[in-house]
């Protein structure tokens, strides 16, 4: 196929999105908040989504893109799952929000609990923020003790203590939050050594997944340095899974390296995108759970957690683990062979099932977005700056699709380093600065 064709010639023109967007600024702060807003997309992604089935999506105007964002998360089977589906429906006929919970609460907190070795108990909210906040509250109830320490640079929710823009945040909603470095145990020994009497609790994510880093295993002697601190103090270890969670492993995403959290926050893939979270917990920390005073006017509500139910019993049954496993190793492989066919430098981190792409060198994140804007034109939608998820979904023919636009992206960035070595040899025989061809990049 030659670079012309792989640039994605059959993309219809986004009239429908671009007429959207421009209602959406008279009547939304921005046009946009939120994760879209934080490092914006390059101009080339719809902003506005219509449909998804399986592995694929399609924006309002009527594009087809292989999904490899799986909406930030949410989606693990695979949109509109009909076994999933299937059990939303049925809930949803009898009733969702009503003044007590449905039977399907215990029912879902004795799955979790039958799934997640470290948990006794469970508790329900709906979003991931809700969880991680809620793990804090408890693990401070437990301890009578304000300090929670967490990673810095690590994602956590959108809450005053954890956002990470400073706009409308105040010291005092920071000021119980210390930091260590992720995978060094020696800065968490000096954080720990500096809480000291005041420590409730360290929050840590199962890998490093921060946005716009390459991503990074956990070494299992700091995950087991952590726990022993921890265990050491009287703090609470707290498992923030809601990103890895039943992605990587059928139970907390520390369990194949040995440790067992004291609280886990869930959110995201549990009920494979209807709108739910859940906190887990030890025994230990269950009379604490029990005193503290959370809820929300939706977070009895039926529905998500009998597709959450559906959810863990669907993973099970098609060893979707495994699945994602498999198809993203398949994806990984392909994609370095495109990279190293072409001669681009890249890294591809983290997880099979959640990876991430930088190329070498590429400080502003210039060539991602000219790989990501290309990709998506040519039917692939991934991410310059966020980790991508594979779901269990993902069939062979959309490993190929998913190729055809990967291809388009490095025949692009191919192009850029190009154009910019010849602007580069011109500017040279005027005597003046190569740094002027960065002007001619799409910046993000
Ligand atoms: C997404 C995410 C959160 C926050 O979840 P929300 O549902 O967006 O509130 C917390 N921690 C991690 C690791 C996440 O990826």
Not at 112 to 121: E, F, I, K, S
Not at 158 to 166: D, F, I, L, V
Not at 284 to 312: E, L, Q, Y
Not at 418 to 440: I, K, L, P, Y
């Amino acid at each position: 196929m030659t670079d012309q064709l792989l640039l994605g010639c059959d993309h219809r023109p986004r009239t429908a999105d671009t007429a959207l967007r421009q209602r959406a600024a008279a009547v939304i702060p921005g046009g946009m908040y939120g994760h879209q807003s934080a490092g914006p997309l390059p101009p080339e992604y719809p902003q506005f989504l219509r449909a998804g089935l399986g592995a694929r999506i399609w924006d309002v105007d009527g594009n087809e893109y292989v999904d490899l964002m799986c909406s930030y998360g949410p989606i693990v089977l695979g949109h509109l799952h009909p076994a999933v589906e299937a059990a939303a429906r049925e809930q949803a006929a009898l009733a969702d929000c009503q003044n007590g919970p449905g039977a399907v609460m215990v029912e879902l907190a004795e799955v979790l609990v039958g799934t997640v070795r470290h948990a006794d108990w469970a508790m329900f909210a709906k979003n991931g923020t809700d969880a991680t906040t809620m793990c804090c509250t408890i693990a401070r109830a437990h301890t009578g003790r304000p300090r929670i320490l967490v990673a810095r640079g690590a994602y956590h929710g959108a809450a005053p203590w954890c956002t990470p823009r400073p706009a409308g945040v105040t010291p005092q909603d920071r000021a119980n939050v210390g930091f260590y470095t992720y995978n060094d145990l020696e800065s968490l020994r000096a954080a720990v050594a500096t809480a000291g009497n005041e420590l409730a609790g360290v929050l840590v994510s199962p890998f490093k997944h921060d946005a716009g880093f390459d991503q990074e295993p956990v070494d299992p002697k700091f995950a087991r340095g952590l726990r022993a601190l921890c265990t050491r103090a009287g703090a609470a270890l707290i498992l923030d899974d809601v990103r890895c969670g039943f992605r990587l492993h059928m139970g907390s995403s520390w369990e194949p390296v040995g440790v067992l959290p004291d609280l886990s926050a869930w959110s995201k893939a549990i009920a494979n995108g209807h709108p739910l979270a859940a906190v887990l917990g030890s025994g230990t920390f269950r009379d604490a759970a029990a005193s503290i005073f959370v809820t929300g006017s939706f977070w009895f509500s039926s529905t998500a957690m009998a597709a959450s139910i559906a959810t863990i019993r669907a993973l099970r049954e098609q060893n979707a683990v495994a699945a994602m496993e498999q198809a993203g190793t398949a994806l990984r492989a392909a994609i370095l062979a495109q990279a190293a066919a072409r001669g681009l430098q890249i890294r591809y981190t983290g997880p099979a099932a959640m990876p991430y792409l930088t190329f070498v060198g590429d400080r502003n994140h210039e060539l991602a977005a000219v790989f990501a804007g290309a990709a998506v034109r040519a039917g692939v939608y991934l991410h310059p700056r966020h980790n991508w998820f594979v779901s269990a979904a993902l069939t062979d023919s959309d490993i190929e699709k998913a190729l055809v636009g990967t291809a388009a992206g490095f025949a692009a960035v191919s192009a850029r380093l190009a154009s910019h070595d010849e602007s580069a040899d011109r500017s040279d025989e005027q005597g003046t600065s190569s740094a002027t061809t960065q002007e001619s990049g799409t910046r993000t």
